[in-house]
């Protein structure tokens, strides 16, 4: 079955954000390397490619291992609010439409079909960059890094999202590009379609390079 078919059949569509609707990945890769240094680590674009749908606090930790180095729970939370200022300073540069090939079309294309579209993304800041890049109104939804407890591959960022618009999993299809994403989608009980140029990803109903691959013309 192919992408559009897939979320045709479905009642709520379900969005990761970065790499999906969005690309703050470089501004997670400058700010993560930024605070590497300081331990006199270099993060690199292979070690941030894990951190793909991982919490904040996860990724800190991550990045700690990988650098050796050991610091109390009170400063690795200071290290995650430094590292969140220095992000948010790039989003802070971000505008109305710096959005993802074909995010608009398929947004505009769902409300149409009066689907729900709720967020599923383990960022704390997803509001402030949906606000920025002027999709916010698209969403019936959001669940973000601040709602939930467990990252990916849990599905409960997943789960509370169909939970939130009154949607049975089964009838929620998610967006993902991340495979700790699709693990939790699959978790969920839900469909998923991959966001994956790179062909990396595995364990999808279906795989788009970008959105606006899934041809909103056809049938």
Same mark, same amino acid.
């Given at each position: 079955?192919?992408?559009?078919?897939?979320?045709?059949?479905?009642?709520?569509?379900?969005?990761?954000?970065?790499?999906?609707?969005?690309?703050?990945?470089?501004?997670?890769?400058?700010?993560?390397?930024?605070?590497?240094?300081?331990?006199?680590?270099?993060?690199?674009?292979?070690?941030?490619?894990?951190?793909?749908?991982?919490?904040?606090?996860?990724?800190?930790?991550?990045?700690?291992?990988?650098?050796?180095?050991?610091?109390?729970?009170?400063?690795?939370?200071?290290?995650? !609010?430094?590292?969140? !200022?220095?992000?948010?300073?790039?989003?802070?540069?971000?505008?109305?439409?710096?959005?993802?090939?074909?995010? !608009?079309?398929?947004?505009?294309?769902?409300?149409?079909?009066?689907?729900?579209?709720?967020?599923?993304?383990?960022?704390?800041?997803?509001?402030?960059?949906?606000?920025?890049?002027?999709?916010?109104?698209?969403?019936?939804?959001?669940?973000?890094?601040?709602?939930?407890?467990?990252?990916?591959?849990?599905?409960?960022?997943?789960?509370?999202?169909?939970?939130?618009?009154?949607?049975?999993?089964?009838?929620?299809?998610?967006?993902?590009?991340?495979?700790?994403?699709?693990?939790?989608?699959?978790?969920?009980?839900?469909?998923?379609?991959?966001?994956?140029?790179?062909?990396?990803?595995?364990?999808?109903?279906?795989?788009?390079?970008?959105?606006?691959?899934?041809?909103?013309?056809?049938?």
């Amino acid at each position: 079955m192919n992408a559009r078919r897939i979320i045709d059949d479905a009642t709520t569509i379900i969005f990761d954000l970065d790499g999906v609707l969005v690309d703050t990945a470089v501004f997670h890769y400058q700010a993560w390397k930024r605070l590497a240094k300081q331990f006199d680590f270099d993060f690199t674009e292979a070690e941030n490619e894990q951190l793909k749908g991982v919490s904040r606090v996860d990724s800190l930790n991550l990045i700690l291992k990988w650098a050796n180095k050991e610091v109390p729970a009170e400063e690795k939370e200071q290290l995650a !609010t430094l590292k969140n !200022t220095w992000y948010l300073e790039l989003v802070e540069n971000m505008k109305d439409g710096d959005v993802l090939p074909g995010t !608009t079309e398929l947004l505009i294309y769902l409300k149409t079909a009066r689907k729900n579209i709720a967020l599923g993304s383990a960022s704390k800041n997803a509001v402030r960059i949906l606000e920025k890049t002027g999709i916010l109104h698209y969403f019936d939804a959001i669940i973000d890094g601040n709602a939930v407890l467990h990252s990916k591959p849990d599905p409960e960022v997943f789960l509370k999202a169909a939970a939130s618009v009154g949607t049975a999993p089964t009838a929620c299809v998610v967006l993902e590009d991340a495979q700790a994403g699709i693990e939790a989608a699959r978790a969920a009980s839900m469909r998923v379609i991959a966001v994956d140029a790179s062909r990396a990803l595995a364990n999808y109903d279906a795989r788009v390079d970008n959105l606006s691959e899934i041809r909103l013309s056809e049938y």
